[in-house]
């Protein structure tokens, strides 16, 4: 009997969505379990009114409820929509109507009626969601004090991020379909190589040409903290070439700063909602309209009462989460996953050409007389590998904590833990990030360590330097 000949009997859609089921459960157990520690824990313990007050914990904690509660009834409908999509084999259906649009305009391609397939889900797609996006942004996020954008430019920037979506799909899809189809036996090779290098030119065109049209990325003009930045890009050798802030606080008051770029043209970008009024250097007037004197280091001490109560972080602060962005650049947290997942998505393919073989898998969801290259690629990637995904998640997610780690010690090794540590809780505040996690939900969900955990890690970290030197 060879490989292929065990799964000549099994009902592919049955048991697909079988898993998809039993994932649907798992998760809520996961997320019950964070719910619970959410409530149980009504007041602050000792730990965590070392990081916040009352107050701020009360909001968070509130926040956190909302966020979860919400999550729930999301995923328990996303969960019966997915069932009734297939059950119905809605997929075939849709098909079938792609194929009558197409021949309405006058084409019968397959390669055209994918792509109307595309933009007719991604219609509906946005149709059916529309109503949860809404009600997180507006009313969740809206009472939380995160959501600054009104109805009229959220629709503006969804349609956009939708036709922007709509276009790069159709440049990847349509030649990936081709490649399958002309390949032959050894297409899992083409394909693996166009979706590498449609991937790289998309790293490579992106920020110049894509996220312009959603944001507005400004240089950083001559101030401390450009200066500040510099002399922490040239210390470690990291070879900066630009420097941005970008216009974060017209969506969110959340914050984020990252990096990006190959080889020699490394660039940086900081969200306006990570800095605080003391450093941000787009805040370049005062009230009365004069150029604004930065504070010196002696002029920003803060004091208990106002520590806590100004958000955004301090040119000090800034310059410890970008020393923590760039541990991620030395020890090569970028390219050494990507390079992970070229294997996987090569072996993934090679997977896909043993499946597609088999005509009763699509047959089973329901495409008896056509077996459509796009839906095949749907059906085995989402589907049939489902498995297989859920467990390479719970594998990213634990790399990505110790790569997390492993990029604290490299700020603490540059001096900077101290900072590091007060940003770090500055940014649990103004996020309003609950700061208590359940064990096992934090295991399988939290790309990054808890905050608890996390500081303990980066203090041992500055006693272990402290003794050795």
């Given at each position: ?221 001559e101030s401390p903290l450009r ?209 208590m996690a359940d064990k096992l ?29």
């Amino acid at each position: 009997m060879g490989f292929m000949d065990i799964f000549e009997d099994m009902n592919y859609m049955h048991w697909s969505l079988g898993f998809v089921t039993a994932e649907f459960f798992w998760d809520l157990f996961l997320i019950l379990r964070q719910r619970r520690t959410v409530k149980d824990n009504r007041t602050a313990n000792e730990d965590v009114k070392k990081l916040m007050d009352d107050e701020t914990y009360v909001k968070s904690r509130l926040y956190s409820l909302e966020k979860i509660n919400f999550g729930i009834f999301k995923d328990a409908y996303h969960e019966v929509e997915l069932s009734a999509i297939t059950l119905t084999f809605f997929l075939a259906k849709l098909w079938k109507f792609s194929g009558q649009s197409i021949e309405y305009l006058g084409y019968t391609d397959e390669l055209i009626q994918s792509n109307m397939f595309l933009l007719q889900t991604t219609i509906l797609s946005f149709i059916v969601h529309l109503p949860w996006s809404l009600y997180r942004t507006f009313v969740i996020e809206e009472r939380h004090g995160f959501n600054k954008m009104t109805i009229g430019f959220y629709f503006k920037d969804t349609f956009k991020k939708m036709a922007v979506s709509q276009i790069i799909t159709g440049i990847l899809i349509t030649p990936l379909i081709w490649l399958i189809k002309w390949g032959g036996d050894y297409f899992f090779i083409y394909a693996w190589g166009f979706t590498f290098a449609f991937t790289m030119a998309i790293f490579f065109v992106y920020m110049d040409f894509i996220a312009p049209l959603f944001d507005k990325y400004t240089p950083v003009p001559e101030s401390p903290l450009r200066t500040a930045i510099e002399d922490l890009a040239k210390s470690i050798n990291f070879p900066l070439t630009k420097l941005y802030v970008v216009d974060g606080s017209k969506r969110s008051a959340h914050s984020n700063a990252f990096f990006y770029g190959f080889f020699k043209n490394k660039r940086i970008v900081l969200f306006d909602t990570l800095l605080d009024d003391t450093c941000n250097p787009m805040l370049g007037l005062d009230e009365d309209g004069n150029k604004r004197q930065f504070p010196t280091e002696e002029t920003t001490e803060e004091t208990e009462e106002t520590a806590g109560k100004k958000k955004g972080c301090s040119q000090e602060e800034v310059v410890a989460v970008l020393g923590h962005e760039l541990g991620h650049w030395y020890h090569g947290h970028v390219w050494k996953p990507m390079i992970l997942n070229q294997f996987l998505i090569l072996g993934m393919f090679y997977s896909f050409g043993l499946l597609v073989k088999n005509k009763q898998l699509l047959a089973d969801f329901g495409f008896v007389d056509e077996q459509p290259t796009l839906i095949s690629l749907l059906v085995i990637f989402q589907f049939i590998f489902s498995p297989f995904n859920r467990v390479m998640s719970a594998v990213s997610v634990y790399i990505t904590r110790c790569f997390e780690f492993q990029a604290d010690r490299f700020a603490v090794g540059l001096g900077l833990g101290e900072k590091l540590q007060t940003s770090l809780v500055k940014l649990v505040k103004d996020n309003l990030s609950f700061p208590m996690a359940d064990k096992l939900y934090s295991t399988f969900t939290f790309s990054h360590p808890p905050i608890l955990e996390r500081l303990a890690a980066i203090r041992e970290e500055m006693s272990n330097k402290s003794k050795s030197e």
